[in-house]
């Protein structure tokens, strides 16, 4: 399964981490960005300086991190060229044994959804080829329609060995307005939390594409880092659920908060973190030139950090 490939490259590299590829212009170095001032049209020449810059993260983090998650709006953000882009750095770190999550938080019903999902992780016949449009091992989406949003997903999930990601305690300041929000049954009795009740209909949506090697199926949850307390709880409650947890890093997450999203055999969840690994080099001030060496060192940091406080073997 989708999941068994994620979690191999976890234990092959000894590190439950992911690298967010959101590349906004401002954090790809000056002298990338000079090389392609000289192209009429300013989408073509950032989305061209934009994979220089991914390529050569890539590059550097492919043998000690065991996956990307290039983040899809940062690649609309440059129209048509954008999304080449996204899909030529889908296509060289997988060329790089790197597995890749679209981050596109993609969510709607029926045959939208089924777009959405051949887009991602499907297949689609034309002109008597079958050709994968993206083609990522996984996708993230919104369950906040129901189970008329998730079931067009777990046919390719099946069909392409792919895995998807569902938000549930997401890492944003204000995701308690909606999901920490208390549920009442019929009888009046509390019945948990909104994200509560997500997570238990990520558990059962996965009963669907069956357990992988590992007990996880490839329905998994975005569960924070900046909710220590609730990701732990979310553990115990889901043993089905493989998380992705963002939140570590730039918006303040760490290592010894991260913990309680780990089984006792150190799995169960990877760590995603964005800015602080690709903008390392503005955080060292060294030169630009070295900035995927500043984003290894960040990495590499980042693994002793959250490995310093799990059983990963």
Request: with cysteine; net charge negative; glycine share 12%.
């Amino acid at each position: 399964m989708s999941f068994d490939r994620l979690i191999k490259r976890i234990i092959e590299t000894k590190n439950p981490t992911v690298a967010g590829l959101d590349p906004s212009f401002s954090y790809v170095p000056e002298f990338i960005r000079e090389k392609y001032a000289g192209i009429a049209d300013p989408l073509e020449a950032a989305s061209k300086a934009v994979l220089e810059f991914n390529c050569g993260l890539i590059d550097a983090l492919c043998d000690i991190v065991p996956a990307v998650k290039p983040q899809a709006a940062y690649y609309e953000a440059y129209g048509w060229y954008g999304m080449k882009t996204f899909a030529e750095t889908v296509s060289y770190a997988q060329k790089k044994g790197m597995y890749v999550i679209a981050d596109g938080k993609r969510n709607d019903i029926g045959s939208t959804m089924e777009a959405y999902a051949t887009a991602y992780l499907g297949e689609t016949e034309l002109y008597g080829k079958k050709v994968a449009p993206f083609g990522a091992d996984a996708l993230t989406v919104n369950g906040y329609l129901g189970t008329d949003g998730i079931k067009p997903l777990l046919t390719p999930c099946k069909e392409f060995d792919k895995g998807i990601f569902v938000l549930v305690k997401t890492s944003n300041p204000s995701s308690g307005e909606l999901q920490d929000r208390k549920l009442y049954n019929k009888k009046g009795f509390p019945s948990g939390n909104v994200y509560e009740v997500m997570g238990e209909m990520c558990e059962n949506w996965g009963k669907e594409v069956g357990e992988s090697e590992y007990g996880y199926t490839s329905v998994g949850a975005v569960v924070g880092a900046t909710y220590p307390e609730q990701l732990a709880e979310l553990r115990q409650k889901l043993p089905h659920t493989f998380f992705l947890v963002p939140g570590y890093g730039a918006q303040g997450g760490g290592g010894k908060g991260v913990s309680g999203a780990f089984d006792g055999q150190g799995l169960g969840a990877i760590v995603n973190a964005s800015r602080s690994i690709i903008c390392a080099y503005k955080k060292e001030g060294c030169d630009e030139q070295d900035f995927a060496g500043a984003a290894r060192r960040e990495a590499l940091r980042m693994k002793e950090d959250i490995c310093s406080y799990i059983n990963l073997k």
